[in-house]
């Protein structure tokens, strides 16, 4: 079957501008997570939407950073204004949900340059 | 909150040579313990998991790794690495509370030299 998929692969954009990015996780999957990947650094997690419940917000760095879920499918990180520094590789990663940590699946990330 | 710390940044090995990544964790209930891989220009794999039961797992390419938990520790090891094993390897910590989100290490970068 299908993996995660984001969109776009690459992404260029000018100081200030907003910025969306996608994730579409695998099917069935109820748990998803965003993290940032800076060169040459570690992942850094973000936000977890599991399910219908209220996501862990508790990793975005400001509040120019957002995303929503629409249910158990899609995802969309939308970064604000964006600054040099939120240059870095954006990664998806979907998991079955419930109790367990559950192995996570990630996408190929989205490389965002900010100019 | 669940935390994981790698020690080492970056490692280089020789071709042939044993491997021993480091990682501790930090976290009051059993964890459940992951090593994933990252090749380069390359999404992240799994390379094996701990849940519970035999302390020593194994894992694909032949990596096997050990839960100490007197010393926090999850250890990776391979007895004989090749050049294709250079790339980034993660330490991950998941809980099992209301949710399951994880904690990753900042990464060990391997290097192999022939």
Redesign the interface.
């Known amino acids: 079957g299908a993996g995660v998929s984001q969109s776009p692969s690459n992404k260029v954009t000018e100081k200030g501008k907003d910025v969306e990015l996608r994730c579409d996780p695998i099917s069935g999957h109820t748990a998803l997570y965003w993290y940032r990947q800076r060169l040459g650094q570690g992942l850094e997690f973000l936000i977890y939407f599991q399910g219908n419940s209220a996501p862990d917000k508790s990793g975005l760095p400001s509040d120019r950073f957002s995303a929503e879920r629409t249910g158990e499918s899609v995802s969309t990180l939308t970064i604000q204004r964006t600054q040099q520094e939120d240059s870095a590789v954006y990664l998806c990663a979907s998991s079955l949900g419930g109790r367990g940590p559950y192995e996570q699946y990630f996408g190929p990330g989205t490389r965002l340059t900010v100019t | 909150a669940q935390s994981v710390t ?1 020690p080492d940044i970056h490692i280089t090995v020789s071709e042939g040579a044993s491997l021993e990544l480091r990682c501790n964790y930090s976290y009051g209930a059993t964890p ?1 313990l ?1 090593w ?1 891989v990252q090749s380069p220009g ?5 390379l094996l ?1 701990y ?1 519970s039961g035999d302390t020593l797992v194994q894992g694909i390419k032949g990596f096997e790794a050990e839960f100490k938990r007197s010393q926090s520790s999850f250890n990776l090891r391979k007895p004989s690495v090749h050049w294709s094993d250079a790339a980034e390897y ?1 330490c991950a910590v ?3 509370i209301n ?9 060990t970068r391997l290097t192999v030299k022939p």
């Open positions: 790698q459940y992951f994933y390359q999404g992240l794999q799994l998991k849940f993660f998941g809980q099992l949710n399951n989100d994880m904690r990753f290490g900042a990464g």
